[in-house]
């Protein structure tokens, strides 16, 4: 290993120690995918995260220059885990109501919301107070008001009264 790429790896794991809690293991490689930027990639040792990477992104415009750390971050590898693509409620909606009446469950959109309804009560099967009506505001209620503040309020000059008046919120 040259003395160059080895202060690029020695700079890339100082701010790996720093940004990473410890969680990289061996050297994978070193790219310059457009020059004047150099990625090296460590193996990542965070739980849940096999065949994960941590890429270090180095800046070095000018090669007479030391280079500098631009990004540290965590990439997929080929072999990763990832989630799923997302599907949108409405479309995950749809496809269960689609199941529930190839099952025989339900004919029409109006029983399978019924079935669903139920489900999302429990057992004494009375529609949970707060199942209904969230999907649109993502089950999110707005903070209750626990208290009236008092606020006194300064009356115009041409007011007989020199006192502000108390006006309730």
Request: no cysteine; net charge negative; hydrophobic share 35%.
């Amino acid at each position: 290993m040259s003395s160059k790429a080895s202060s690029n790896t020695e700079l890339a794991l100082s701010a790996l120690a720093e940004f990473s809690d410890g969680s990289y293991g061996k050297f994978l490689g070193e790219s310059e995918p457009e020059k004047g930027s150099i990625e090296l990639r460590f193996e990542a040792t965070t739980r849940g995260y096999a065949g994960w990477h941590w890429v270090v992104t180095l800046s070095q415009p000018d090669k007479r220059r030391a280079a500098t750390v631009s990004e540290v971050t965590m990439v997929a590898g080929e072999d990763a885990l990832i989630a799923p693509e997302w599907v949108p409620w409405a479309e995950r909606l749809k496809q269960f109501r689609k199941q529930l009446r190839e099952e025989g469950k339900a004919k029409s959109d109006a029983e399978a919301d019924a079935i669903i309804r139920r489900m999302a009560s429990g057992s004494d099967g009375e529609v949970a107070e707060d199942a209904e009506g969230k999907s649109e505001d993502g089950g999110v209620e707005p903070p209750k008001k626990t208290r009236v503040r008092k606020r006194l309020v300064k009356r115009s000059e041409n007011d007989d009264g020199d006192q502000p008046d108390e006006v309730a919120d």
